[in-house]
């Protein structure tokens, strides 16, 4: 029988995690005509796993990954990705293309193309040292040898003017309140455990409501699957408000975890 906090008890929880609200409000400058983000976060050992297994060249933080008392810390961030603005879709742009080049986009926004075989090649993002340091502790790929935060904002948040701490500091803010909430809990408790998808959606339910079931995607690998990351769909306008049960927009397809999966741990 699974354990969590009464629903209305969680709903004030943000409310205790003030320190982690680094960030002022996440506004788009230009192309605000968007309904929601995707908050994607990887189960960071199964990331590690995926790359493993298929002979990827392995980034130095999965080569120095280590246990970690608090399991829920292996829920790490990979980004935070505005939904296709209505004004870019109307010069014939659809989803597709969209999520494969983000701001690089033509005809609009036509910025330069960030590729992921080479993140480091991506300007700098003009972070400043207070959030860079705060990001490396939840973006294992900040900084160092991988870039991962360069191509994000290159990708996904340049077009849109953000502030770089503003655009990375709610990504950390998003990342704590899920490591902190019931469903936290629940991967934490499970770390190293194959788990149904029923559980999962059964833990998310009892932390946010069953909206938010409908709106997490969830990506898995290897055979028996283990779990690789979860894209999380979230409304514009609840943004910059602690996640609560009308934070979340359903989307379309759940992912291709099945049944049961597995919350893999560090080693190979």
Same mark, same amino acid.
């Given at each position: 029988?699974?354990?969590?906090t009464?629903?209305?008890?969680?709903?004030?929880?943000?409310?205790?995690?003030?320190?982690?609200?680094?960030?002022?409000? @996440?506004?788009?400058?230009?192309? /605000?005509?968007?309904? =929601?983000?995707?908050?994607?976060?990887?189960?960071?050992?199964?990331?590690?796993?995926?790359?493993?297994?298929h002979? !990827?060249?392995?980034?130095?933080?999965?080569?120095? %990954?280590?246990?970690?008392?608090?399991?829920?810390?292996?829920?790490?961030?990979?980004?935070?990705?505005?939904?296709?603005?209505?004004?870019? #879709?109307?010069?014939?742009?659809?989803? &597709? =293309?969209?999520?494969?080049? /983000?701001?690089?986009? $033509?005809?609009?926004?036509?910025? #330069?193309?960030? !590729?992921?075989?080479?993140k480091?090649?991506a300007?700098?993002? /003009?972070?400043?040292?207070?959030?860079?340091?705060?990001?490396?502790?939840?973006?294992?790929?900040a900084?160092? %040898?991988?870039?991962?935060?360069?191509?994000?904002?290159? &990708?996904?948040?340049?077009?849109?003017?953000?502030?770089?701490?503003?655009?990375?500091?709610?990504?950390? $803010?998003?990342?704590?309140?899920?490591?902190?909430?019931?469903? /936290?809990?629940?991967?934490?408790?499970?770390?190293? %455990?194959?788990?149904? =998808? &029923?559980?999962?959606?059964?833990?998310? &339910?009892?932390?946010?409501?069953?909206? #938010?079931?409908? #709106?997490?995607?969830?990506?898995?690998?290897?055979?028996?699957?283990?779990?690789?990351?979860?894209?999380?769909?979230?409304?514009?306008?609840?943004?910059?408000?602690? @996640?609560?049960?009308?934070?979340?927009?359903?989307?379309?397809?759940?992912?291709?975890?099945?049944?049961s999966?597995?919350?893999?741990?560090?080693?190979?």
């Amino acid at each position: 029988m699974m354990n969590f906090t009464p629903r209305h008890l969680l709903l004030c929880t943000p409310l205790l995690l003030s320190p982690l609200a680094f960030a002022d409000a @996440l506004q788009p400058s230009q192309y /605000g005509d968007f309904d =929601r983000y995707v908050l994607a976060l990887s189960w960071q050992t199964g990331f590690c796993q995926s790359m493993h297994d298929h002979n !990827r060249n392995e980034p130095a933080e999965c080569k120095a %990954q280590q246990e970690q008392a608090d399991k829920s810390a292996f829920l790490t961030v990979h980004g935070l990705w505005p939904g296709l603005p209505k004004s870019v #879709a109307s010069r014939g742009v659809d989803e &597709k =293309r969209w999520m494969r080049y /983000g701001c690089a986009t $033509r005809p609009v926004p036509n910025m #330069a193309e960030a !590729r992921a075989s080479n993140k480091c090649a991506a300007p700098d993002t /003009g972070l400043s040292v207070e959030m860079a340091s705060k990001l490396a502790g939840v973006m294992p790929g900040a900084g160092g %040898q991988s870039c991962l935060e360069r191509y994000e904002y290159a &990708k996904h948040g340049v077009c849109f003017g953000f502030n770089p701490d503003d655009y990375f500091g709610t990504m950390v $803010r998003l990342n704590g309140e899920v490591k902190h909430s019931a469903f /936290g809990q629940f991967l934490a408790q499970h770390y190293g %455990q194959v788990v149904t =998808r &029923k559980a999962f959606n059964q833990a998310v &339910k009892q932390t946010w409501g069953s909206d #938010a079931v409908n #709106a997490i995607k969830l990506t898995c690998d290897g055979n028996p699957a283990y779990l690789t990351e979860m894209q999380i769909s979230l409304l514009a306008d609840k943004i910059n408000q602690p @996640l609560q049960t009308a934070s979340f927009a359903p989307q379309k397809h759940p992912g291709n975890c099945g049944k049961s999966f597995r919350l893999d741990a560090v080693g190979y």
